[in-house]
């Protein structure tokens, strides 16, 4: 007999994890705070640990809490990937989409409406993860994923998407200490765990070898990373295609004028055999030219 928590507590746990805020995940999950921070509680409950430290206006997780998340994170895609396979099974004109969560959450999302506006008539599954989409196995139509620029794959096709453009960001209170890169000695440096090289990269980058970037906070992805860089908590690395909704809404500041160009970038992949199909191939070039690309 399997012993699982209640799915409905799984899902506040994620949503709480991914935006560091009941509030937020309420409105995702479609219920009151009230009813996350009870959801989350009967999770604590269940599993006799504290998941998350309460704070005034903020949470943040225990170290049990990045423990567990790193732990169902991968269990919970494979049943989201496995039930949207099943669903496809019945849903034959619909295009699935596998993105990053950060990316799915900060780019595609925010540009959703305007894709329905074109395609009407599409229906588009979108399934988040941190791992490459296994094409064979979960039949993805398209798959957002970071790649060397020039890459080819057998049997794939490869869309140039995005580049990847760090650069430091923070609150617009927090950038007020912090006029000059020298300032990043006494900063707290916001991590996350997919990328945990951006720091060092961009300090090398701007000539600082002497700053010890691993202090600081660390985040299991670049969502948590962003949403604690909006509310003071630090200054993280952002990735400017990702962070650009939020700096013109005021929510972040860009701070000093170095970037990062990486040689790696956002790419949209395709199964060569597929890339013909009209919806699948609608889809693709609404992408490339979001993103300013040539179709």
């Known amino acids: 007999m399997l012993h699982i928590p209640s799915t409905a507590g799984l899902r506040a746990f994620d949503a709480a994890c991914r935006y560091l805020s009941f509030n937020q995940a ?25 998941l998350f430290h309460r704070h005034h206006k903020r949470i943040e997780l225990t170290a049990v809490g990045r423990q567990y998340l790193a732990e169902i994170t991968l269990p919970l895609e494979k049943i989201a990937a496995a039930s949207a396979r099943l669903r496809s099974e019945t849903r034959r004109n619909a295009v699935s989409i596998c993105a990053y969560p950060t990316f799915a959450l900060r780019w595609l999302i925010p540009r959703w409406a305007d894709l329905y506006e074109h ?16 094409f064979e196995r979960d039949d993805f139509d398209l798959s957002i994923q970071v790649l060397p620029d020039g890459i080819s794959l057998t049997g794939m096709r490869i869309d140039k998407l995005l580049e990847v453009i ?22 707290v440096f916001v991590h996350e765990s997919p990328r945990p090289t951006d720091w060092p990269r961009w300090l090398a980058e701007a000539g600082f070898n002497d700053i010890n970037s691993s202090k600081g906070l660390h985040f299991e992805s670049a969502n948590m990373a962003l949403h604690a860089a909006e509310n003071g908590l630090g200054i993280a690395i952002g990735i400017d295609a990702l962070v650009q909704e ?6 972040l500041v860009k701070l000093f004028d170095v970037k990062r160009r990486s040689n790696h970038s956002f790419h949209l992949v395709s199964s060569a055999r597929k890339a013909t199909r009209p919806k699948l191939a609608a889809v693709r070039e609404w992408m490339l030219e979001a993103a300013g690309q040539p179709v």
């Open 26 to 50: 309420a409105e995702e999950l479609g219920v009151t705070p009230g009813a996350v921070s009870r959801q989350i509680q009967a999770l604590e409950q269940y599993l006799g640990k504290t």
């Open 119 to 134: 395609h009407p008539d599409i229906d588009v599954q979108l399934i988040t993860s941190l791992n490459p989409a296994d």
């Open 166 to 187: 760090t650069y430091p960001v923070c609150s617009p209170e927090m950038a007020k200490k912090f006029s000059l890169p020298d300032d990043l000695h006494d900063a």
């Open 246 to 251: 939020s700096i013109a809404a005021g929510r």
